[in-house]
């Protein structure tokens, strides 16, 4: 008795309203894939595709390991988001990097910790120089605030020849 309910529940009537149950089983359908696409993306964002996560979060490191950076791969317009270079060298050395790449047309330098002890401007892009410790080691902080739309390409260089190259992508 259940099966002849339900069969007739899933088959088009014309009384007392018209259904065309072909067509709203499509539409079921549809719902569903769109309820699976919505949670997909849910998780993708709580796992940093649009900004700060997992899927976001990067560190490199040039060859001979003087230069390491760790960034965000993916950034919000108007967001602010970090990018630290980790700089190797002698023990209480001046240190000099320089930043280029397009990603400075992409990205507003909103700060830099600590100050470097020189700055120059390198085509389109900057050198720093900065005051190793004891363990030869110099940390660069910089605050990013996106302002453009898509891929930026960043370069990170020594004057020994150490250079780690990544990429960032400012969503609208």
Do not use: C
Not at 94 to 118: A, I, N, T, Y
Request: no cysteine.
């Amino acid at each position: 008795m259940t099966d002849k309910w339900e069969q007739d529940d899933h088959r088009s009537r014309q009384y007392p309203v018209r259904e065309d149950m072909v067509f709203q089983h499509k539409v079921w359908r549809f719902e569903r894939v769109g309820w699976y696409v919505l949670v997909l993306l849910v998780i993708l964002t709580l796992l940093g595709l649009f900004s700060r996560g997992p899927l976001s979060s990067r560190q490199m490191h040039s060859a001979d390991g003087s230069i390491g950076v760790e960034y965000e791969r993916f950034h919000r317009n108007g967001s602010t988001n970090p990018l630290i270079v980790r700089l190797k060298g002698a023990p209480n050395a001046v240190l000099e990097v320089e930043l280029g790449g397009d990603w400075l047309e992409g990205f507003d330098v909103q700060s830099v910790q600590p100050q470097p002890m020189r700055s120059s401007a390198a085509g389109p892009g900057m050198k720093l120089w900065l005051q190793a410790d004891g363990q030869g080691e110099a940390n660069l902080h910089l605050s990013l605030l996106g302002e453009g739309l898509g891929t930026y390409h960043g370069r990170i260089a020594t004057p020994n020849g150490a250079v780690v190259t990544f990429s960032q992508f400012i969503f609208p």
